[in-house]
């Protein structure tokens, strides 16, 4: 899930909350999948910010290969700690799933 | 290279015009902490005074993050439905980010958010009893760099350049190198000149070496399992990318499996990305 400012919307975008008026009543339930029409009505809302699904964090535009290969860096002076590898195993399968790929199980690689 | 002497800079700590000050109601409030006695009235009232800080906690009580369902108006109001402890934490927060936002770390800021995320989801997972503490040690955790980096620009550039020219020592080395002291041991001053109580200060002034905390050493455990996790999901940046030493002993005092480490991993990005906007 990731939140964006209404401009940013685009359509098959997919709402991972409900958008609620000044009353808290939800009147755009989550899980609508956006539409040019329904994305101008939201735009119209003037809210200050919509939930939708997708990674949670910025990615900034990087590539899936691209995320992998910062997270492997930023854990170059540690790797030889297991706890470490324990950490990065994880994160990795954290990064993979939030780029939408199933969470995969890393076993010995195929020769 | 130039490196600083650091008894010099110690001085230079104690002369509290270099000090980013934490405004006064909010040092009444830190100095509450750990007295149970105060009544919610006394706190509501000093919030109300100030109106930037009763308007961010009441930003915060009517987040999604909490998500009430009817609106939240008063700060008292707050205090009773989010509880004291949150509501001194959220008032230290506010400052926080109001002392990085000034000193243009934003990404100090998130990543400083984003170990208080960790930390306050590691301290309910392990049931302490004032999770929320956590939250804030974890905003405040690296202070000391808004000194080091904004207050001090003559150390803080001879650092940076030293740290170009060595991609593989940390921030936190080259600091120690050229200074004697680092980010940590300055934002323990800091917490000393505030008066925060030991389970503030500890992980603040031990987030790199928790082994060293002699009274909250669970909290400090928590914040430097929390700062490599972060660090890990690359969410801010604080200053450097090197994921830190991990202290075994820390470790196991937090005792993470590897399905609990996977869940919080997924539960800190999910709520980082929810609240980002509400402090």
Redesign the interface.
Same mark, same amino acid.
């Given at each position: 899930?990731?939140?964006v400012v209404p401009y940013e919307l685009l359509p098959d975008m997919v709402l991972a909350?409900p958008v609620v008026n000044a009353?808290?009543l939800p009147i755009v339930a989550a899980g609508t999948i956006l539409d040019a029409a329904m994305i101008e009505r939201l735009r119209q809302m003037e809210l200050?910010?919509v939930?939708v699904e997708g990674d %949670?964090?910025d990615s900034g535009g990087k590539t899936l290969a691209e995320l992998e290969a910062?997270?492997e860096?930023?854990?170059?002076?540690?790797v030889q700690?297991p706890?470490?590898q324990?950490?990065?195993r994880?994160?990795r399968?954290?990064v993979r %799933?939030?780029h939408g790929m199933a969470s995969v199980t890393e076993g010995p690689q195929a020769t | 290279m130039t490196t600083f002497n650091p008894t010099d800079l110690r001085n230079r700590i104690e002369k509290l015009g270099d000090l980013p000050t934490l405004p006064h109601v909010v040092q009444r409030l830190a100095a509450m902490i750990g007295r149970p006695t105060v009544s919610t009235e006394e706190i509501g009232s000093i919030i109300e005074k100030d109106q930037v800080l009763a308007a961010k906690v009441l930003r915060l009580a009517n987040s999604p993050f909490y998500g009430f369902p009817s609106r939240i108006s008063s700060v008292t109001h707050a205090v009773i439905v989010l509880g004291f402890n949150v509501v001194k934490g959220l008032t230290l927060c506010a400052s926080a980010l109001s002392i990085m936002k000034e000193a243009g770390m934003d990404q100090l800021w998130r990543h400083s958010l984003g170990v208080a995320i960790t930390a306050n989801l590691l301290a309910t997972r392990l049931e302490i009893k004032n999770p929320e503490e956590l939250f804030v040690s974890g905003l405040l955790h690296d202070i000391g760099k808004v000194v080091l980096y904004v207050k001090w620009p003559d150390v803080g550039d001879s650092i940076k350049d030293a740290l170009k020219t060595r991609a593989d020592r940390s921030l936190f080395e080259v600091e120690q190198e050229l200074t004697g002291l680092s980010h940590a041991d300055i934002g323990g001053c800091l917490a000393n000149a505030w008066h925060l109580p030991v389970s503030l200060r500890e992980p603040i002034l031990f987030h790199h070496d928790p082994t060293l905390a002699k009274e909250a050493m669970l909290h400090t455990a928590i914040v430097h399992v929390a700062d490599i996790l972060v660090k890990g999901l690359a969410c801010g940046n604080p200053g450097d990318d090197l994921i830190p030493p991990l202290s075994r002993a820390a470790w196991d005092m937090v005792g993470l499996d590897e399905p609990q480490l996977a869940e919080c991993i997924d539960k800190a990005a999910n709520e980082f990305s929810t609240i980002d906007d509400y402090l």
């Open positions: 899930m990731r939140r909350k009353n808290g200050t910010s939930y %949670a964090l910062e997270l860096h930023r854990f170059r002076q540690v700690d706890i470490q324990l950490i990065l994880t994160l399968t954290h %799933a939030t | -």
